[in-house]
């Protein structure tokens, strides 16, 4: 598969605990923010999104917290599982959509779930 | 699955010949992207188009250009490939609805020796 991340923050978790994988962002307009997960040899799949005027949201496993004070973005995972082993990466956009849309990513974080 | 395919998957290429690289939708899509991936800097936009023949530079679009001639395809060209340009390209469209969910392709690794 293509490596993606030689030096990325690492993150190793046993199976069946929580994941918390965390990231800060510099641009105080951003709006919108995504969480990615990419597997080895893959593109980058959606998780979850959420807007500035939400703190939390929920998915099945996953939730996104977000500290617009702070410029902070976590994913929690529960339960992590093997198959959740990947890099994870946060993005932001200054809006939902719209003209001139286009997604910024951070650097990521390699998850390690040992079983 | 967003109907992209990226071609071609794998490329090495020698240092100063022209390199292009084609993302292809099905689904009429009318935003297209291209990112670089490499270690350390996670993904970088280099140009993106919001329709046919409208395209706008990225953050690192320096020795790119971009053409979109048709919807369907997205068109990425280095005219002198550099061993700098080593990396792993990706092309993305944007999905539709309320979200601004990218759906990406499998990647194009290219190799500048």
């Known amino acids: 598969g293509e490596s993606v991340g030689l030096h990325l923050p690492t993150l190793s978790v046993q199976e069946g605990d929580n994941s918390i994988i965390n990231c800060a962002y510099s641009?105080?307009?951003?709006?919108?923010f995504i969480w990615y997960k990419q597997e080895s040899g893959k593109g980058p799949q959606f998780i979850i999104d959420?807007?500035?005027?939400?703190d939390k949201r929920q998915g099945q496993r996953v939730t996104v917290l977000l500290n617009k004070t702070v410029k902070h973005l976590s994913l929690q995972i529960a339960a992590t599982q093997p198959g959740d082993s990947a890099v994870y990466f946060c993005?932001?956009?200054?809006?939902?959509?719209?003209?001139?849309?286009?997604?910024?990513f951070g650097k990521g974080t390699l998850l390690t779930v040992n079983p | 699955d967003a109907g992209i395919t990226q071609s071609p998957r794998h490329k090495v290429t020698e240092t100063g010949t022209p390199v292009t690289l084609r993302c292809h939708q099905t689904?009429?899509?009318?935003?297209m992207y291209w990112y670089r991936q490499d270690p350390g800097h996670g993904l970088r936009l280099i140009h993106y188009?919001?329709?046919?023949?409208?395209?706008d530079k990225g953050e690192v679009s320096d020795g790119y250009s971009v053409s979109r001639s048709k919807t369907e395809d997205f068109l990425l060209t280095l005219e002198s490939a550099t061993s700098s340009q080593t990396s792993v390209y990706f092309c993305?469209?944007?999905?539709?609805?309320?979200?601004?969910?990218?759906?990406f392709g499998e990647g194009s690794r290219l190799t500048v020796l």
């Open positions: 993005a932001e956009s200054p809006n939902s959509g719209g003209s001139n849309y286009k997604l910024t």
């Open positions: 641009n105080s307009a951003s709006d919108y």
């Open positions: 959420i807007r500035s005027n939400m």
């Open positions: 689904e009429n899509h009318r935003y």
């Open positions: 188009s919001y329709g046919v023949k409208d395209t």
């Open positions: 993305a469209i944007l999905g539709r609805g309320n979200t601004g969910e990218l759906f």
